[in-house]
């Protein structure tokens, strides 16, 4: 295994930390409120709660792991490696790592707030890997 595989795959692997993380940080901090009904968080919660900005988090990173897992599990599967792909694998992980940082940090209804700018960072480097593998397709 090169050391450029061994790379993206320490990358894939702290996304799946950091998603474990955002589950239990979402997860016990909608638990600990008194009354809680597992499954349903309350409709008047807003940006001011951190129970609203843990779940928003994780489940906005559910809503993009389809792209990002099915995008990096493609390029394993056919063997493409390369480190412009590599590098845009740690990209959007660090990326996604400052966008939960500045949601739980950063109450705020401000349209961009500063996680907007990590989220575009994010779907940019998808968009590069995803232009990569077509590109790696039709070479072959």
């Not at 409120?33 to 409709?43: L, S, Y």
């Not at 063997?79 to 940090?105: D, K």
């Amino acid at each position: 295994m090169t050391e450029l595989t061994l790379s993206a795959y320490y990358a894939l692997y702290l996304y799946l930390i950091m998603l474990f993380i955002q589950w239990a940080i979402a997860t016990f901090s909608k638990a600990s409120k008194p009354n809680a009904i597992p499954g349903k968080i309350d409709d008047t919660l807003s940006h001011e709660s951190f129970i609203f900005r843990a779940h928003r988090t994780f489940h906005n990173t559910l809503e993009n792991s389809p792209l990002f897992l099915g995008t990096v599990l493609f390029s394993f599967i056919i063997g493409y490696h390369s480190a412009i792909f590599a590098m845009c694998i740690w990209v959007y992980v660090v990326a996604r790592i400052l966008h939960m940082v500045f949601y739980y940090s950063i109450a705020t209804e401000k349209n961009p707030s500063p996680r907007s700018y990590f989220f575009l960072a994010a779907v940019g480097a998808n968009l590069v890997m995803l232009a990569l593998l077509g590109l790696r397709l039709v070479a072959y």
